[in-house]
C-alpha cells in the first residue's frame, strides 16, 4: 500500500488506512535511531528544503534530522512571511525553490493554506509542517505514536485536549487522526479560546477542565501564547491557570495511568504545572524523540518506496 | 439609425408588459412597440424570436478602478465588460484614487465614461473625504456634477454620528446612502465567514453579527433622520430579517444581493482559492437559502455584482494577504437567470425587475423601462442558451472569478445603449 497523494497537507484528507501505514512505518524506522549509526540510505541522492517562513526550532530541527538520517539533502530556507508579503511573493519564493529540483518542500507558515497554494504550484512534494491555525500534520502522527506506544491502541481511548483550541493547528490535525482511529475526543476552552463549530468535528466541547479531565486515558495539553493575555482572550495567566492549567490535584482527575502530553514548547505555570511535566505520566519528551521516526517515516512513504520491504532491514551506515 | 427588434417575448415590468412584440428604436429612443412592426421601418432588423427584450439593465454597484488603478481595470475595460454581461448602465462606488469625494474626481470619471465607455456611467460619491469616516464630503457638488448617491463602500463609517449627519444632509439632495455593513470592531482580521468551516480551514471568521449590527444601527438612523439608506450587499439571514421588518414599519430602506452570495456558501473556501475571498464574505447554506427568500418575497429589491477587479498575482497569495472582492460584471445575468428564474425563486418579470427598474428607482435614474420616448438601453438574453463561464474570454482586465467552468443555463446575448448596439453575441 502506498499513501495516495505525493503532498502531505493535512491529516483531514487522508484515510485511517493510510494513517496506520504511516505509524507502522514510524515503528521500523523508530528503531533505526535506536542503533549505534543512525542513518539509512533510503532518501539518497533526494533533496529536501525546509521552507521555514514562520520561527520553528523543534518542528525545523526533528524534520532536518529525519532527513538527515534518511541519507537525504536537505537545505534551510528561512523567512518571516511577512517580508515575503512586503517583497517577494510566496509563489516566486515558491519558483526560485523549484528551480533548484527539490523532491521535497517541507513548509512552516503563519497562514492557514499556504501549503495547499504551494502545493498547486510546485511540482515537489509538500510536507505541510504547521499552516497558521489550521493542520500540523506531522505532530498528530507523532502524538498518535505516542499514544499508541503507550497505551498499545488508540480506538476506545478518551483524549482531553485543553488550552487554546480557536489558534491551534495542532488541536485540529488531532482531531481529524483521533476521530479517524476511532478515539474519543473532548476539548476543553474558554468560550473565548473555543472556536465556532467545534461539535461538527464529532467532539465534546467544555468549558469545564474537570468535565474533560474525568475518565481520560490521555491529557494533551495546549500552549498558551502570553500574548493572548490582555487581549480578551483571557484576563490574566493567574485565572487562565486557575481555571484550566493542570496541576497534579486536576491530572488525578483522569484515570490513573493517563498519560500527559504537550506538543511544545511548555510554559511552566501557565498551562501545566512543572511537577506535571517532569512527572511521572509526563511523554512530553518521548514525543519529541517520536518525532523524528515518524517524520522518517513520512518522507520515506511520500518518496514512493513500495512498503513491501521493512526499511529497517536496509544495511545502515552507507 | 432605426433598429427594429422583431418578434422578441419584451418583459416590461415597469408596465406590466410581458408579450411578443416587435420593438422600434429611432434616434436613441423607444419609439414604438407593437405586435407587428413592418421590417421597412428601420434599416437594421434584428429577429429575436425564442429571446426576451428587456428593459437595459442596470449594475447599481461595481468598482471601475480609474482613476487610480488601472492596472486592474479601467472605466473603459469596466465598460466593455458591462456591455458583455448584458448591461447598459453602472454605478461605481466611490473608492478610487484619488476618492470620489470631490467634484472634479467626479468630472474626471463623467468625462472619461463619455469617452471610452459603452455603457452609461453614474457616479457614487464618497460619503466621507478620504473615505476616512470624519468629514462628510460636498454632497450637494457632487450631486450637482452627476453623483447618483453617496458611499464609503469598501469602509464601513464606523461613527454613528457621522452616519445620522449623512443620513440627514443627503435627505435634501434626495440621495440615497449606501452602506457597507460591517462593524470594524467585530472583524478581527477575519478573511471568511465565522462558522464551522473557519473553525475547520483554521482561518479568521468575520461573524454575520458584525454586518447585522451596523445594518440595525443604520436602519434605526434612517428611521428617525428620514433618510433613504440602501444597504449594500446583504449576505446574512439576520440582514434580510432587519430590512424585512424595516421595511414593514414603513422604513425608506433598500437593499442589495450579489450572485455570489445567492449562489455559494462558504464551503467554496476549502481549497483556499483566494478567488472566493470577498467582503461579505461567502456565507452558510442558511444564509443562502435566507437570501432567495429574500429575493423571493421582495425584501431584496435589486441584485447588484459588487464588480471588484484585481490583477491575478494580487490574488495569487496565501488567503489570508489577498485582497477581498471577485469581478461580477460578466457572470451575474447567467447566474441570476440559472439560480433565481431556471429554479424558480422568481418570475421572468421579476427577475428583470431586479435587474433593471429596481436598482434604477433606487438611483433615481430615468432607466429602467421601454416605455415610448424613453432612451432606448435595452438588454436582450437568452433563458435557454447553456454557457460555461470562461473568465479568459472576459472583456473585464481582471480574471478574479470563482465561477470558472461553472455550467449555466441563461445568458445575456446583445446591449444596446442610447439606440446603438454595444454588444452582440447573437
Sequence with gaps: MRLKSRHLLGIEPMSAEEITL???????????????IKKVPTLRGKTVVNLFMEPSTRTRTSFELAEKRLSADSLNFAASASSLVKGETLIDTARNIEAMAPDFIVMRHSMAGAPHFLARHCRSSIINAGDGSHEHPTQALLDAFTIRQKKGRLAGLRVAIIGDILHSRVVRSNVFL?????ADVVLAAPPTLMPMGVEKFGVQATNAMDEALRGADVIMMLRIQMERQGKGYFPSVREYFNLFGLTEER???????????????INRGVEIASSVADGPYSVILDQVTNGVAVRMAVLYLLAGETSDENPAEERPGH | MRILLKNGRVIDPSRRVDETLDVLVEEGRISGLDVSIPRSAAETVYDLAGLVVAPGFVDMHVHLREPGREDKETIETGGQAAAAGGFTSVACMANTHPVNDDQS???????????????????IGAITKGLKGQEL???GDLRARGCVGVSDDGEPVASGFVMRKALEYARMFDMPVLSHPEDPTL?????????????FLGLKGLHAAAEEAMIFRDIRLAEMTGGRLHVLHVSTAGAVQLVREAKARGVRVTCEATPHHFTLTDEAVKGYDANTKMKPPLRSSEDRDAILRGVEDGTIDAIASDHAPHCSEEKQVEYDVAPFGIVGLETSVSLGLDRLVARGVVSLSRFVDLYSAAPARILGLKKGTLA?????DITVFSQEKEIVVDPSRFRSKS????????????????????????????
Design chain 1, 22 to 36: 504511516i505509524l507502522d512505518a514510524a515503528e521500523s524506522f523508530s528503531e533505526i535511531s535506536q542503533r549505534e
Design chain 1, 178 to 182: 483521533l476521530k479517524k482511529l476511532g
Design chain 1, 251 to 265: 491530572a488525578r482527575m483522569a484515570k490513573p495511568d493517563a498519560i500527559i502530553m504537550h506538543p511544545g514548547p
Design chain 2, 105 to 123: 474626481v467626479t468630472d474626471f470619471i463623467i468625462s472619461q465614461a463619455r469617452r471610452a465607455s459603452p455603457v452609461n456611467v453614474y457616479p
Design chain 2, 137 to 139: 464630503s460636498e454632497f
Design chain 2, 187 to 199: 472583524c478581527n482580521g477575519g478573511v471568511m465567514n465565522e462558522g464551522f468551516m473557519s473553525t
Design chain 2, 372 to 376: 415610448p420616448g424613453a432612451d432606448a
Design chain 2, 399 to 426: 480574471r478574479n472569478t470563482p465561477f470558472g467552468g461553472m455550467k449555466l443555463r441563461g445568458a445575456p446575448l446583445m446591449a444596446i445603449v442610447g439606440g446603438k448596439v454595444v454588444h452582440s453575441a447573437l
